[in-house]
């Protein structure tokens, strides 16, 4: 049975879609499922601190990636970790009707609803997991001599499979929800 989750959202700082990833991390971690997530740092994992090392090979990682270029799987798929789920924010913005906004500092209003609903999919898949007995994640080892600086990435490293608009799983990953259930 799975104990936590991490999360995993994109350390972006120039779009404002990372900034809606971030806070979107944060409410799911500290208000919808505390002590039972946990936030991945981009600058310790890069570091190679050991805390974020050992979260994101012992945890299933729901990833949060903002835009196309897919920053947060990349950065996994170089450190040859699977995430367990990918939570895709242009897809939710597109379902919710919302908008990025264009302050990275303080959200406007569209943009917090977006990362709220950023969230609660985020939730969804880690509480699938966590309470889905049948649910098995093996624990994965970090590529030590993986350079992180490629320029040759594929385009979907992980051939994600769509659970539902804006959340998929890697097709080489355990399916979270329980079997007859809605994804």
Request: charged residues 25%.
């Amino acid at each position: 049975m799975v104990e936590r989750v991490c999360i995993f959202p994109c350390g972006g700082i120039k779009k404002t879609e990372a900034t809606v990833a971030r806070i979107a991390a944060y409410i799911v971690n500290e208000d919808l499922l505390p002590r039972q997530t946990m936030l991945l740092c981009v600058p310790a994992f890069l570091r190679g601190v050991e805390e974020d090392l050992v979260m994101a090979e012992d945890y299933p990682t729901v990833v949060i990636d903002c835009h196309v270029e897919n920053c947060g799987t990349n950065l996994l798929y170089l450190a040859g970790i699977t995430p367990a789920a990918r939570v895709f924010i242009p897809e939710i913005a597109a379902r919710e009707g919302l908008a990025y906004g264009h302050r990275r500092r303080e959200l406007e209003p569209p943009a917090k609803q977006l990362a709220e609903a950023v969230a609660r999919e985020a939730a969804r898949a880690a509480l699938a997991m966590l309470e889905n007995p049948a649910y098995v994640f093996a624990k994965q080892r970090i590529k030590t001599e993986t350079c992180l600086a490629k320029n040759d990435l594929p385009t979907d490293p992980f051939a994600y499979v769509q659970l539902s608009p804006g959340l998929y799983r890697p097709r080489s990953m355990p399916d979270f929800f329980p079997e007859g259930s809605e994804a």
